[in-house]
């Protein structure tokens, strides 16, 4: 189902309107968004497509090139196709904005539409600037998907599946008190922490851990398998059972 329908005069707007598609579609899908040459293909009855599509739109464009109302011949001609389509949106409720394209484009005036147009002088328009059409883009995308929530926005899908993929950590603590720090990889020293769980707290000091090592301290060597060697200002009492211990005085090697 078409969601947005792109509303246009060729000669005055269509420009504009061509910019309008690509963006629209890329943004929310190109079976979301209509235009006439493109999406009415060979052999279709243009007639019937037009008036079926706008009666089952949310949204019509309609953009309003610098010299829209100028086309007064048409405008005044029941038949003509920019005049029904809009019609039959008024009839049909679906919400109207006219894009006002180039800078030199206004605010329409009443008395330049025909009585069944008349209503579009009310409207709130949007600006769209040819100089600056990437703007412009943005600003008509995001209206659209203000204006349409049922729409898929996916620049806001490709965004949240970028979050995921960077890996993020999250975490969350409760019935904390003190500092508590998350770190994926670090490096650097910690002194004076203390880490509780459920068994009581655990004090690692101010000193030096070494594990699984030769040590020498005070003329002595210390080894064996699963050997630690604690030292420093460590608080309470630290039991180890060493395997085939090696004591030896230090030669000084």
């Excluded at 019509?60 to 610098?66: E, I």
């Excluded at 883009?137 to 926005?153: C, I, Q």
Aim: hydrophobic content about 35%; some cysteine; glycine content about 10%.
């Amino acid at each position: 189902m078409h969601e947005v329908f792109i509303n246009y005069r060729t000669g005055d707007g269509d420009k504009t309107a061509a910019l309008l598609d690509e963006e629209l579609k890329r943004r929310f899908g190109r079976d979301r968004i209509f235009r006439a040459s493109r999406s009415i293909h060979p052999g279709e009855a243009f007639p019937e497509k037009l008036l079926t599509t706008v009666r089952r739109t949310s949204l019509l464009l309609a953009v309003v090139g610098p010299d829209w109302a100028n086309f007064h011949s048409r405008l005044n001609d029941p038949e003509d196709w920019v005049r029904k389509e809009i019609e039959e949106a008024f009839a049909c409720e679906a919400l109207v904005v006219p894009v006002l394209d180039g800078r030199r484009t206004n605010r329409l005036s009443k008395a330049d539409l025909p009585d069944a147009l008349a209503r579009l002088a009310d409207l709130q328009s949007v600006p769209f600037d040819t100089q600056d059409a990437e703007t412009g883009l943005r600003r008509v995308g995001d209206l659209v998907a203000d204006l349409v929530p049922g729409l898929t926005d996916l620049d806001e899908v490709a965004k949240a599946e970028e979050g995921r993929s960077t890996g993020s950590v999250t975490n969350s603590i409760d019935d904390m008190s003190g500092t508590a720090v998350q770190s994926r990889d670090f490096t650097g020293d910690v002194g004076g922490t203390i880490v509780k769980d459920t068994r009581g707290p655990v004090h690692t000091g101010g000193g030096n851990i070494y594990q699984n090592s030769r040590h020498v301290s005070g003329g002595r060597h210390f080894s064996g398998n699963g050997m630690t060697y604690f030292e420093g200002d460590n608080h309470g009492g630290i039991q180890h059972r060493y395997d085939a211990a090696d004591r030896r005085e230090d030669d000084g090697r």
